[in-house]
C-alpha cells in the first residue's frame, strides 16, 4: 500500500454536509407524516384501513330499437382478508353460506395464497334474497365483509353466443392486465368478451377505518384516498331482438345458423346458433355447473355454429362463379350451354329444365352443367394464360366477397373458413392439376369451407351490387365514441355493377320463375332475391342452405340460413329464410301455416 | 503483521453501531411478523429465526475477516471484481426471476443476489485501481478508468432488469468527487434529474419557456452580455434539448412499473389498489406512530394490513410505527453517526486504498438508508433496496457486514502504512 497525499482532503466536509442534510429533510417530512398531520392518528392500536373496491356498473348492453339485451342486477361478494381473521365460529359461518367444511378450508387456503394481507373473493355472486339472511351477522366474522357486486341479466334470454357471458378471471387474465385480481369478473365470450374493455369501466377504492369489532366505522381521512368508480361504456347493438327471438323460435329443434345483416351498414340483425341456451343459465354461482353440462352435451350448444361452424356453400355458390364468368368475359348475359340433365358429364343435373339454357334459367333451376362449363371456360380463357394463373383471378374473386376471412370483425373467435389457393393445389397434386381436377369449385362444392356469416355478407354484397361493409354487431356506444373505423369503411369487390343486375334477375327467378328452386317460398307485395344450396355433407343427410335479400332493388335485409341434416335448400332453409325477411320488413307474419310448419318440426 | 493485537486497535464504536442496529432490525423484523401463537425468537422457521442465524454467521465470518492479513483485499481486489463480474454474467443466463428482475441465483438451500457482492467488489476494485502512485483524478486516462469500473457492474446490474440495485452504483460519484472529480458535474447531475422532474410534472413547453425567460433575464443583467451569448445560449439550448428528450426517455428507457411509480410520487397518477397501496399502507404505518409511536410488539398497520415487503424493504415503518417520532430520531442518530464515523475513519487512512475504500462504503450506506427511508414516506420512487444490517434478507446482511469488517480491519491496521 502506498502512501500519496490526500489532495482533497477538505472535501470531507461537503460529504458530510450532504449525509447531514438529507437526513435533516428525510426527518423533516416524518415529522411532518407523524406529528403535523394529525390524520393519520384516527388509526388506533386497535383499528385498521380496508381498502374496498367500488366496482363500476358494467355497461347495458342495447338492440338497434333501445331494448335491454344486457343488465345488471344486485349481487353480493363475501370478501375475507386472512391475515385478519380471528375468533371465527366456521361452522356458523358454514351453515349461513350452506358450504362444507372441507370447502370452507379449501375457499380460505386459496385466499391465504394470493395474499394474507390483501382481500380477495372468499364466497363470490350471492343473490340479493341470501345476502339479506347473511349480512346483519357479518360482523360476527373478523375479516369477512360484503361489497356489491352486480350480475347480469338476460331479459330476452336470447343470443346467447352472441352476447356472451361474464366469469371469473383466470390466473392467466390476471397475469396479463393489472386492472384485475383475483374474484373479479371478466367477459368470457361474446361482446362480453370482445367489448371488455369499453364494458367494465373503472373500479373505484374506498379506504375505510374499520374497527376491533369488524365494524365500518368512518370514511378515512374523510374520503381523501377515495377513487370513485367509472360506470362502464353502453352499448348499442345493430341486433334487432325480435328479429333474433323470432329466427331462434324457427331453428327450435333443428340444428344449423341464421345470419341477417343489413346491407347498408354491415349491422347484423339476427344471429342464431341451433341449438342454443338461456344466457342467464351462465350467470353466477350457478355458472360453473351449467357450463360443465353445456360443454359436455352431445349437441354442442356452446358451439357458435354462425360465426364458427364452416360449411361448403353449395349451389349459393354459383352466383359467384356466374358473376366471375361475367366479369372474365367468358360469357354474357344472354350466353347458353347444352345442359343434357342427368347424363350431362363430368357433373350432372338434377333438375328438369329445358336446354340449352341461358344464365337467368341455370340460377332459377340450379344447373350444375352450366356452371360447369362456365368455370371450365373461364378457367381455359385465352387471356389468362393457363389454368393457374385464371385460377388465381377465381381466388382473388372469391376473397374478394369476404371468404377466406377477409375482413374484420366483432364476434369474437369468428371463423375465417377455407378458400383453396394455388399453392394448396399445387401442394396436393404436386404441381400437376387442371380443371377437371377443381370441378366441384363451380358448384360450391370441394375444398371450399365458409360460415354462415359469410354467407350471408355474400348476399348483401350480391344485394348492394359490388360493397359490403364488414359484418359487425355494434352500433353505436353509449359514451358517443366512434366505432371501429373499419366497420364503416366500405369494402368493393372487382365485379362491375351491371354484372349484378343480370345476376339479380336470376336470383329473382328462383322465387318467380316457373321452375324456381324456392318458388314455394315466395312472399306477396315483397321482391326477394335468392338461390337454394345444398351442401353434400359426408357425415351424413345434406345440408340445407339458403342466401337471399330484399326487397331486390333496395335491399334491407340479407340473410343466409342453415340446417344441418335437413336435405334441399328449399325445404327447410328457403322458407326459413323467407319467413325471417317477411318478419322484418313487414313486421309479422302472413304465412302462419309455413310458420307453424318450421316452428313444429324438429329434426334430429 | 501483528495480528495478535487487532483487537485493540478495532474501532469499537462501530462495531458497537454494527450490533445495535443489526440488533433492532432482529427486533424490528419479530415485531413485524409476530405472531402470539408463536413467540419463540429463535425458530428457522420464521424469518426472525433465519435472520438471527445469518447475524450469528456474519459475526463469524467478520471475526475470521479481522484475522486476514490487511493487504490481502487490496491484492486480491481485482480477483474479487473479476468474480463478481462472472457472477453478474451467470445470472443474466442461470439467475432466477424475482418480481420481475433476473437478479437472484439460487443456490439450493439458499438464493442470493449477486449485485449485493457487487457492490462491495466494485469499492476493492476502484480503492486498487487509485491507490496506484501514479494514478491521478486529474488524468482523463484516470477518470475513465474509474468511471468503467463502476460502470460495468451496473450496466450488467441494469441488464437484470434490477433497476433499483443499479443506481446504487451511481453514489459512487461522491467517492469521485471525493477524489478530485469537478463539483460541476455533480451539481448538473442534480440539475438534469430536476429538470427531468420538472419536464414531466408541467410538461416540456413551460420548462422551455421557463428556460428561456431565465436565460433572457441573466443575458439582461449579465455584464460582458456579448462574450456571455454564445455561452449562455448554448446552454439553453443543451437544456431545452434535454427536456424535449424526457418524453422519450421515459417512455423507452423505463418499465411500465417504474413509469408508474414515479408518477404516484409526483402525484400524476391515482393508483391506490396497485403500485401506490404499499405506498399509501406504509405512509398511513409511519403517520399513526406519532409522536411516542404504538409500543413494541402494537404496531397494526404493519401487521394486518401491510404489503409483504413490510419486514424486507418496508421495515423502516413498522419502526416508525410502533417507536413514533422519537424512535426514528433515535435511529437517525444511530445511522448517521455511522456514516459520519466512516468518514471520520476514511480520512485517517494513511493508504489510499483504505481511504478510497471507507468513503465508498460510506456512500453506499448513505444510498440505501437515504432511498430506503425516502420511499418509504413517499419523497422517492417506490425502489426495492433494503436498509442496511436491518432489512430482512440473509444476503444483504451478510454482504453489508462483509463490507464493513473490510473496512475495519484496514483501519486497524492503519498505523502499519509507512
Known amino acids: 500500500m502506498i502512501r500519496k497525499k490526500d489532495k482533497y482532503q477538505e472535501r470531507r466536509f461537503v460529504i458530510m454536509g450532504i449525509f447531514v442534510v438529507t437526513a435533516v429533510v428525510l426527518l423533516v417530512k416524518i415529522f411532518i407524516l407523524q406529528v403535523v398531520d394529525t390524520s393519520y392518528r384516527q388509526i388506533s392500536a386497535n383499528s385498521t384501513v380496508r381498502y374496498m373496491t367500488q366496482f363500476p356498473a358494467r355497461g347495458t348492453v342495447y338492440d338497434r330499437k333501445n331494448r335491454l339485451l344486457i343488465y345488471n342486477e344486485a349481487s353480493y361478494d363475501l370478501m375475507v382478508i386472512p391475515a385478519q381473521v380471528k375468533n371465527l365460529d366456521t361452522n356458523y359461518l358454514c351453515n349461513l353460506l350452506n358450504i362444507t367444511k372441507d370447502d370452507f378450508n379449501n375457499r380460505l387456503a386459496k385466499a391465504k395464497k394470493y395474499s394474507r394481507f390483501h382481500p380477495s373473493v372468499f364466497f363470490g355472486q350471492i343473490t340479493k334474497e341470501e345476502y339479506g339472511g347473511i349480512s346483519d351477522k357479518s360482523y360476527h366474522f373478523h375479516g369477512f365483509y360484503f361489497v356489491n357486486h352486480a350480475v347480469r341479466h338476460y331479459p330476452y334470454s336470447i343470443a346467447a353466443h352472441t352476447l356472451g357471458n361474464i366469469g371469473e378471471v383466470s390466473s392467466k387474465d390476471i397475469e396479463n392486465d393489472a386492472y384485475y385480481k383475483s374474484g373479479d369478473l371478466i367477459g368470457k365470450s361474446g361482446i362480453e368478451y370482445y367489448y371488455e374493455k369499453k364494458l367494465r369501466g373503472k373500479k373505484g377504492v374506498k379506504a375505510v377505518v374499520v374497527d376491533v369489532h369488524n365494524r365500518e366505522k368512518e370514511s378515512f381521512l374523510n374520503g381523501e384516498l377515495d377513487t370513485l368508480p367509472v360506470p362502464g361504456c353502453d352499448l348499442v347493438l345493430g341486433l334487432d331482438a325480435e328479429l333474433q327471438q323470432y329466427g331462434e323460435r324457427l331453428m327450435n329443434g333443428k340444428t344449423g345458423s341464421i345470419v341477417a345483416i343489413e346491407p347498408s351498414t354491415g349491422q347484423i340483425l339476427a344471429i342464431v346458433s341451433s341449438p342454443s341456451y338461456d344466457p342467464n343459465a351462465l350467470v353466477g354461482r350457478v355458472r360453473g355447473k351449467n357450463y360443465n353440462e353445456l360443454l359436455n352435451n352431445e349437441e354442442k350448444p356452446l358451439l357458435n355454429r354462425a360465426a364458427s361452424g364452416t360449411y361448403p356453400p353449395g349451389s349459393t355458390f354459383k352466383i359467384l362463379n356466374g358473376l366471375i364468368g361475367l366479369q372474365s368475359g367468358v360469357i354474357n348475359e344472354n350466353s347458353t350451354y347444352i345442359c343434357n340433365g342427368p347424363i350431362s358429364h363430368p357433373i350432372k343435373c338434377t333438375h328438369n329444365h329445358h336446354s340449352p339454357t341461358s344464365l337467368t334459367e341455370a340460377v332459377e333451376n340450379s344447373c350444375n352443367p352450366y356452371f360447369w362449363n362456365v368455370f371450365h371456360d373461364m378457367l381455359n380463357a385465352k387471356t389468362f394464360g393457363g389454368v393457374k394463373n385464371a385460377f388465381d383471378y377465381w381466388y382473388r374473386q372469391v376473397v374478394g366477397f369476404g371468404f377466406g376471412n377477409n375482413f374484420t370483425t366483432d364476434i369474437a373467435f369468428a371463423s375465417s373458413g377455407q378458400i383453396p389457393s394455388r399453392n394448396y393445389y399445387d401442394k396436393i397434386y404436386k404441381g400437376i392439376w387442371n380443371e377437371w381436377t377443381v370441378r366441384s369449385l363451380s358448384i360450391g362444392q370441394g375444398e371450399i369451407l365458409v360460415t354462415p356469416v359469410q354467407l350471408a355478407n355474400y348476399a348483401a354484397a350480391i344485394g348492394n351490387e359490388g360493397f359490403y361493409y364488414p359484418p359487425h354487431l355494434i352500433r353505436a356506444f353509449g359514451d358517443g365514441s366512434p366505432i371501429d373505423s373499419v366497420f364503416t369503411t366500405k369494402i368493393t369487390t372487382d365485379i362491375a355493377p351491371e354484372h349484378f343486375k343480370t345476376m339479380k334477375n336470376g336470383m329473382k327467378r328462383v322465387f318467380e320463375g316457373e321452375h324456381g328452386t324456392a318458388r314455394g317460398s315466395a312472399i306477396d307485395s315483397i321482391s326477394v332475391a335468392g338461390k337454394t344450396g345444398t351442401a353434400q355433407n359426408p357425415h351424413g343427410e345434406d345440408h340445407s342452405i339458403f342466401i337471399a335479400f330484399a326487397p331486390v332493388d333496395n335491399p334491407q335485409i340479407a340473410i343466409a340460413v342453415i340446417v344441418e341434416n335437413a336435405g334441399f335448400g328449399s325445404t327447410y332453409a328457403a322458407p326459413i329464410a323467407t319467413l325471417m325477411i317477411e318478419k322484418y320488413i313487414r313486421g309479422y307474419v302472413k304465412r302462419t301455416n309455413v310458420e307453424r310448419r318450421i316452428m313444429e318440426t324438429e329434426l334430429k | ?418
Not at chain 2, 442465524?53 to 475470521?64: C, E, H, N, P, V
Not at chain 2, 439467475?95 to 466494485?122: C, D, H, R, Y
Request: include cysteine; hydrophobic fraction near 55%.
Open chain 2, 1 to 418: 503483521m501483528r495480528n495478535d493485537a487487532v483487537t485493540f486497535k478495532i474501532d469499537w464504536w462501530i462495531i458497537l453501531i454494527y450490533i445495535g442496529l443489526a440488533t433492532i432490525g432482529l427486533l424490528t423484523i419479530y415485531a413485524a411478523v409476530f405472531d402470539a401463537e408463536h413467540p419463540a425468537i429463535y425458530d428457522l422457521a420464521t424469518s426472525y429465526g433465519r435472520q438471527f442465524l445469518w447475524l450469528t454467521i456474519s459475526l463469524a465470518a467478520g471475526m475470521i475477516l479481522l484475522l486476514i492479513n490487511a493487504r490481502f483485499f487490496n491484492n486480491v481486489a481485482y480477483i474479487i471484481y473479476g468474480f463478481a463480474i462472472l457472477l453478474l454474467m451467470a445470472t443474466l443466463v442461470i439467475g432466477s426471476t424475482v418480481a420481475g428482475s433476473k437478479s437472484w441465483i439460487n443456490l439450493g438451500f439458499m438464493s442470493f443476489q449477486p449485485s449485493e457482492f457487487a457492490k462491495f467488489a466494485t469499492a476493492l476494485a476502484l480503492a486498487h485501481y487509485l491507490d496506484k502512485i501514479d494514478r491521478d483524478f486529474n488524468k482523463t486516462r484516470t477518470q475513465l478508468t474509474a468511471y468503467a469500473i463502476v460502470l460495468i457492474p451496473m450496466i450488467l446490474v441494469l441488464l437484470q432488469g434490477d433497476a433499483g440495485s443499479a443506481l446504487v452504483f451511481s453514489v459512487f460519484l461522491l467517492v469521485f468527487y471525493k477524489e478530485g472529480m469537478s463539483g460541476r458535474i455533480l451539481v448538473i447531475g442534480l440539475a438534469a434529474v430536476a429538470i427531468f422532474i420538472l419536464t414531466l410534472l408541467t410538461g416540456k413547453t413551460t420548462v422551455i419557456i421557463g428556460i428561456i425567460v431565465i436565460c433572457g433575464i441573466i443575458l439582461i443583467f449579465t455584464k460582458k452580455r456579448k462574450e456571455n451569448f454564445w455561452k449562455i445560449f448554448g446552454i439553453a439550448a443543451l437544456v431545452i434539448t434535454f427536456s424535449l428528450s424526457v418524453d422519450f426517455i421515459f417512455d423507452n428507457v423505463l418499465k411500465q412499473h417504474q413509469q408508474t411509480r414515479i408518477k404516484i410520487i409526483l402525484g400524476l397518477e391515482d393508483d391506490p389498489l396497485g403500485v401506490g397501496y404499499n405506498l399509501r399502507q406504509s405512509k398511513i404505518a409511519i403517520g399513526s406512530g406519532g409522536f411516542c409511536g404504538k409500543g413494541f410488539l402494537h404496531g397494526t398497520m404493519t401487521k394486518y394490513d401491510f404489503v409483504p415487503e413490510h419486514h424486507t424493504d418496508f421495515i423502516f415503518c413498522t419502526i416508525a410505527e410502533e417507536q413514533g417520532f422519537v424512535g426514528v430520531v433515535l435511529l437517525f442518530a444511530v445511522y448517521v453517526t455511522l456514516m459520519i464515523r466512516l468518514v471520520i475513519m476514511a480520512n485517517r487512512q494513511r493508504s489510499t486504498f483504505s481511504r478510497i475504500y471507507g468513503y465508498s462504503i460510506a456512500s453506499i450506506l448513505f444510498f440505501h438508508f437515504f432511498v430506503n427511508i425516502g420511499m418509504t414516506i413517499g419523497l422517492l420512487p417506490v425502489i426495492g433496496i433494503p436498509l442496511p444490517f436491518m432489512s430482512y434478507g440473509g444476503s444483504s446482511l451478510f454482504f453489508f457486514s462483509l463490507m464493513l469488517f473490510v473496512f475495519i480491519k484496514q483501519d486497524a491496521n492503519r498505523k502499519d502504512i509507512l
